[in-house]
């Protein structure tokens, strides 16, 4: 077997936990604390990805054979792994929740390959001293979620957490996945996740709300230096500002990259937030079928609608906010937290000009644009017209003589098709007389078009119907779903059927649209 090197730096250098009882507790003046997964009764890999692998030096039949299999659902450790839970806060739906931290997933360590670092994380591996009244376990159907979502999302260019296996731990769990009080069994499972950092804005919370302002220190330290190197070479008292910076340029860069893709992350708590900008903890999330900033896919924030498609920007930056009042316990000038929160601002106005740019085939973003896509949103909310569908066709329209027939596959209804077409034929005239003062030919514009507005995304159905395959015995459809995700922006040939809208059946179905966070 192939001699992994692990470099386990988060327990090294931070302060561990020093009671070593596996029962849920409050952790104090520690940042993890040491655990083992749960013995899985009968493992089984039933999906894996090839580009994860390959960014780990994992050989792909290695990790088929029985001691990496017996490491991703818990079973047994590879040479330098070393298990922990780590510990952290958050704000759920707008409320301090105290300690939180890893309920149910466990850090294996750091692995390190071709210069980076990949934290190897099992989600379900069994209970920690976080896991409150959890079992620390994971069902199948979120746990193929999670995987697809997050190998689709790397595909799609969008900053995310990957997955490196999903496993079947042939163990049953119970859940009430609607909390309705009709609990049943379903199959437990395990995702191994990777990423350079697993580290939340919650880490740094809980620290600051409990005054242990010395491990916060501590915590800011290690994560400049090993999550942030680059800033090494500033001078000490300008690493923090440029740090909380950065935190927030790659924060509005990835609400943009959602926005682009029509990604809803669902609960974006303060603890689901990545100090590295990525997406991470796949939960109750979904994809924009039919266009409606107002969407959400979580039933728990279906009357608030906090977490909704349209106001993921403006939440990112509320947790930015909490984020700098934590680190604020610690750095005095406040300034650099203010003005890091106007970074956010900028980046994100300016990031999302130029990608709505690029998903109309502008080249840039000009002021007048706004008007365009204010109106193009109201239309394609009132009309119901799939956002992913729509972009695409655009890039088909003849702009010396457009016609919104081209774009009749992304209606949903033909009466609202039939209703809304002079509203939309007139938005499609402005639109062509916009598009045409770009110098670019038909084939360029739709060439580069194409390139922002994927083709195939993970839409809900797509994986409920996976998951309808999975839980029959079926894992085949992971597998063979994962493969056309691979290439989003290209059409694949014989692949249509998952290019197309969500169908009537899937409009109301618990899973293709209605989500909990149970998991
Ligand atoms: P999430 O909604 O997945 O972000 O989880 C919020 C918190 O609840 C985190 O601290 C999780 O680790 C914890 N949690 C969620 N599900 C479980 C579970 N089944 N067992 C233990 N802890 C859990
Ligand atoms: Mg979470």
Known sequence: MTNYRFD???IRDLPGDQ???NQPRQVWGALWSPVMPALPPAPKLIAFSSEACAAL????????????LQALS???????????ATNYGGHQFGQWAGQLGDGRAIGLGELLYQNQRWELQLKGAGGTPYSRRGDGKAVLRSSI???????????LGVPTTRALSLVLTGEQVWRDMFYDGHPKQEPGAIVCRVSPSFTRFGHFQLPAMRGELDLLNRLINFTIERDFPHLQSLPTDQQRAAWFHEVCSTTA???????RVGFVHGVMNTDNMSILGLTIDYGPYGWIDNFDLYWTPNTTDAEGLRYCFGRQPAIARWNLHRFAEALGTVMTDHEILTAGLSRFDEVFAEKMGQMLAAKLGFSQWHDDDSLLVDRLFELMTKAEVDMTIFYRRLADIDLKNPHLSV?????????????????FEAWLNEYSERASTESVDAHLRKEKMNQVNPCYVLRNYLSQQVIDAAEQGNYQP???????????????????????????WAKRKAGCSMLSCSS
């Not at 450790?77 to 070393?82: D, R, S, T, V």
């Not at 995987?147 to 595909?155: D, G, K, N």
């Open 19 to 21: 009671e070593s009882e």
């Open 74 to 84: 818990g079973g047994d450790l590879i040479h330098g792994m070393q298990p922990y």
């Open 478 to 504: 992971i597998s063979d779903l994962l493969e056309v995700m691979r290439h989003p922006y290209q059409e694949q040939a014989g692949k249509e059927q998952f290019a197309q809208k969500r169908p009537d």
């Open 407 to 423: 774009l009749a596959d992304a209606f949903y209804s033909e009466s609202l098709y039939q209703q809304y077409l002079p509203e």
């Open 253 to 259: 860069t990835l609400m943009v990259e959602w926005m």
């Open 57 to 68: 030096g994992i050989d792909e039949n290695e990790l088929k054979q029985s001691h990496w």
């Open 8 to 10: 386990n730096r988060f």
């Open 145 to 155: 979620r999670e995987f697809l979502c997050s190998e689709a999302m790397f595909h």
